[in-house]
């Protein structure tokens, strides 16, 4: 079964709302996860580092102030979309690193945000 | 720096042929390299990883990848396609360890079409 768990897997939102995205190791501790943005019909990329008990690091171009993430306990990082636009409607995907250096890397089943 | 080139956005087999999906990859650090697979409307699932052990990794469903330094890619084969591996994948590198380890880069993906 999954071992990373997002939710929720499809939210619509209307414009100018914020929505919240979770992301959930079940059975381990992840100090690092990753936050992934996929268009429709290409591919993905990686949106910001999140750190437990520390802020995250985002990628070049990511606004902060648009994506926040929080990552307040060891199994648990959340992504706010504030203010959302049509433009913000993706695919968000997390994934965790589960261990420590070449261990396993674990994906959520990703959410589809809708913003209308 | 990293970077990964999937040369093909679209390939097209018939079942039982063989199937081969060309990634190059660019790194200025040892890398770990993945092949992952996208279903429609679905998230992330590993095919396989190369984490700096045998060059020849056997992952499921029958697929294999070789990693060739000397030409920077990690091509993923199988010698027989199945109409169930119908789907986009993306070829992955992530820095080899260390706090950055799972930071993929991902490339634009190619969609395999198997005809009957």
């Known amino acids: 079964g999954a071992v990373v768990s997002q939710h929720p897997s499809w939210v619509i939102c209307k414009s100018g709302t914020s929505v919240k995205i979770e992301c959930r190791s079940l059975d381990f501790q992840a100090t690092t996860m990753f936050w992934y943005r996929q268009f429709p019909k290409q591919s993905l990329m990686l949106m910001a580092t999140?750190?437990?008990?520390?802020?995250?690091?985002?990628e070049q171009g990511v606004e902060k102030d648009k994506f926040l993430i929080n990552h307040a306990s060891l199994t648990l990082s959340t992504l706010t979309v504030t203010s959302a636009h049509p433009e913000d409607s993706s695919f968000y995907i997390c994934s965790a690193r589960r261990g420590g250096s070449g261990n396993t890397i674990y994906f959520g089943e990703g959410s589809w945000l809708t913003v209308v | 720096a990293q970077s990964v080139t999937q040369l093909g956005s679209h390939v097209s087999v018939s079942e039982g042929a063989l199937v081969l999906l060309r990634c190059n990859y660019s790194?200025?650090?040892?890398?770990?390299l993945f092949w992952y697979v996208q279903y429609p409307n679905q998230g992330l699932q590993l095919l396989l990883k190369y984490t700096s052990a045998a060059t020849l990794v056997k992952g499921i469903n029958g697929f294999e990848a070789e990693f060739k330094k000397s030409e920077t890619s990690f091509h993923l084969t199988k010698p027989s396609a199945h109409m169930s591996d119908a789907a986009e994948y993306f070829c992955a590198v992530s820095p080899a360890g260390g706090t950055s380890y799972g930071k993929l880069t991902f490339g634009q993906g190619t969609i395999l079409t198997v005809h009957p």
């Open positions: 999140s750190n437990e008990g520390s802020k995250a690091t985002y």
């Open positions: 790194s200025s650090v040892p890398p770990y």
